[in-house]
């Protein structure tokens, strides 16, 4: 009889453990031009695990760099690829500066928002060697002093004293963990179709100069997406800059099974069919997050039926679509679905 008591209250200490787990959310902050609205120059984003494990994605030109005041504490910071509206040439030269379809843009030369970003915050730098490797120099430059490689093969355990490298290839993975977490957060790169040459502007003056007679730049490596696995269960997939290819299927879905999509929209890269087959058919995610979109692409918070993001939107089926909205934070479940926050 005891025993049998044992058993049961030992099965009901698992069960709400897991319960509070599964309960617990993923929160998901767009940090663009324009606060409330999806906006032209937009592709930053905050990733905020429940363990309390802080992620940037692609700090662009939608912040004004390491000062930006919505940043807050950053523990690990990503980056698709070189671009310049990536990378961050440039910054936003105030918050609301301009219009949504024509933020007001400074030059971030020569260290760029990534390197200022990291610098300010003490991050990790997560990605492909020679992008990594780009941007620590950038840090170094700031700080007066060498970015070395994060300690250790295993979890990395943020917030950090210090920036670090934390090198991966395509296909590799880096962990991070909270102080007294359970559970780390997995970043993975994955493949993107599309290229990564890094402004002119962020390079020096020698380099500029040997690479201006044949109109050319560097290309730091492959262009790369993520798929981040969350300690709630959540796995998501950003897709970077990219075209369709195989991998949405056969990695992202089959693979690693995500369960939510941040799409970049790029009008260079896909048409809305293509990204509706993309949805629907190759990743399948059960919510798919709006980003890059190069237009206005929300009025009032809404987005808008006649922009390239509206004729997206009206395809996707049998899952909900949102628009990364500045400022606004979205909270999501360990199945994908939006529980709190969103449009």
């Known amino acids: 009889m005891h025993r049998s008591i044992a058993r049961t209250l030992i099965a009901t200490a698992v069960a709400a453990a897991c319960s509070t787990a599964s309960g617990q959310t993923v929160k998901i902050t767009p940090l663009g031009s ?15 695990d429940p363990t309390g494990v802080r992620i940037l ?39 609301e500066a301009g219009t949504c379809e024509a933020p007001q843009l400074v030059s971030a030369a020569p260290n760029s928002t990534t390197g200022e970003i990291v610098a300010a915050k003490n991050a990790a ?3 492909v060697a020679p992008l990594a490797s780009f941007v620590g120099r950038k840090v170094d430059t700031i700080r007066a002093k060498p970015t070395p490689a994060c300690a250790g093969s295993g979890d990395i355990t943020v917030p950090l004293e210090a920036p670090c490298l934390a090198l991966a290839q395509t296909g590799g993975a880096r ?16 493949p ?17 100069n040997n690479l201006a007679p044949d109109n050319m730049s560097l290309t730091l490596g492959p262009s790369n997406g993520y798929v981040i696995r969350f300690t709630n269960g959540l796995t998501a997939y950003l897709t970077g800059d990219s075209g369709l290819h195989a991998e949405m299927q056969l990695v992202m879905r089959d693979f690693y099974k995500v369960n939510l999509m941040e ?8 048409d809305a069919a293509g990204g509706a087959y993309a949805i629907n058919t190759l990743v399948q995610p059960a919510s798919v997050i ?22 997206l939107a009206a395809l996707v089926k049998g899952r909900a679509v949102y628009p990364a909205l ?7 479940d360990g199945s994908g679905k939006c529980v709190s926050g969103c449009p």
């Open 175 to 190: 962990t991070f963990k909270a102080p007294g977490a359970a559970k780390a957060v997995e970043v993975v790169i994955v």
């Open 57 to 95: 994605y692609d700090a662009g030109e939608s912040v004004t760099g390491g000062d930006d005041p919505r940043l807050g504490r950053i523990d690990v910071v990503i980056l698709s690829h070189a671009h310049g509206d990536h990378l961050g040439a440039s910054k936003l030269k105030a918050l």
């Open 326 to 332: 500045s400022g606004k934070t979205m909270e999501f």
């Open 263 to 270: 799409l970049n929209f790029g009008a260079s890269a896909l």
């Open 290 to 311: 709006m980003s890059h979109v190069n237009e206005r692409a929300t009025a009032g918070g809404k987005i808008r039926p006649e922009s390239r993001t509206g004729a």
């Open 125 to 127: 730098i997560a990605m």
């Open 192 to 208: 993107a179709m599309h290229e990564s040459t890094v402004p002119a502007s962020l390079l020096n003056e020698a380099t500029r």
């Open 34 to 48: 324009h606060a409330g609205e999806l906006c032209s120059r937009d592709r930053a984003t905050i990733f905020e």
